[in-house]
């Protein structure tokens, strides 16, 4: 089994539909982390978790909400959603005892707004 | 704000053959600096890591060069396989925990 689990892996939805994304992870990993990836393009922090009660916008957070319900489980939500959000979504987990750049990757949720 | 690039695009090696992943990167209080592996479908999958106090890491078949005077990073794979086919992403790591990711370069190793 994956460490870190997206549900779901395709979703293909219609502009103006509320939408969420959920990741588990059985790391054990305090901090987790919404990304959003585009074609030919790298990946964006969207939002980022440290622990359950502490949860911060990253460099793209308009539009999305989040909810950490648990250690384990940090889920993306878009409310509304339109066709520019069209994208990759990977959620992520770190160790900040680890001391290194290392993220660990969930396999992705593709997510299609007509 | 500040940004990390990638000299290519696109990179074609043989089987065999050594590679070398370029990125250019501008923030000069990066800690960390990353590779990381894309393949297709998957998440990224991390390859190795840097400190900014340091110039040279090696893993298995792969090292890494930080030259700070000029602001590089470079990812050397030795003796590519067709398994290494994917797409390579550098990322700095600032304020202690976020990475700034490059647009990647999609490496392709033809036998």
């Known amino acids: 089994d994956a460490d870190v689990t997206q549900t779901p892996r395709n979703r293909i939805t219609k502009t103006g539909k509320r939408i969420m994304l959920e990741c588990s992870q059985t790391?054990?990993?305090?901090?987790m982390y919404w990304y959003r990836q585009d074609p030919g393009l790298g990946l964006q922090l969207i939002y980022y978790s440290f622990d359950v009660k502490d949860i911060n916008k990253g460099e793209i957070s308009d539009g999305y909400s989040v909810s950490r319900q648990a250690q384990a489980k940090f889920s993306l939500s878009l409310e509304s959603a339109i066709p520019n959000q069209t994208a990759l979504y990977f959620c992520?987990?770190?160790?900040?005892?680890?001391?290194?750049?290392?993220?660990?990757f969930g396999e992705g949720s593709r997510l299609t707004v007509l | 704000g500040e940004s990390v690039g990638l000299h290519l695009p696109t990179l074609s090696v043989q089987e065999g053959d050594n590679s070398i992943i370029n990125c250019a990167y501008s923030n000069s209080a990066s800690d960390y600096f990353i590779w990381y592996k894309q393949e297709s479908g998957k998440g990224p999958q991390f390859i190795i890591d840097?400190?900014?106090?340091?110039d040279k890491r090696q893993g298995q078949r792969v090292t890494v060069l930080l030259n700070k005077t000029v602001k590089h990073l470079s990812l050397q794979i030795a003796a590519t396989q067709p398994g290494d086919s994917a797409v390579y992403f550098c990322a700095e790591r600032y304020s202690g925990y976020a990475l700034n990711f490059g647009k990647g370069t999609s490496l392709l190793v033809t036998p």
């Open positions: 790391k054990g990993h305090d901090r």
């Open positions: 992520a987990t770190s160790d900040p005892t680890l001391n290194t750049g290392e993220l660990f």
């Open positions: 840097i400190r900014s106090n340091m």
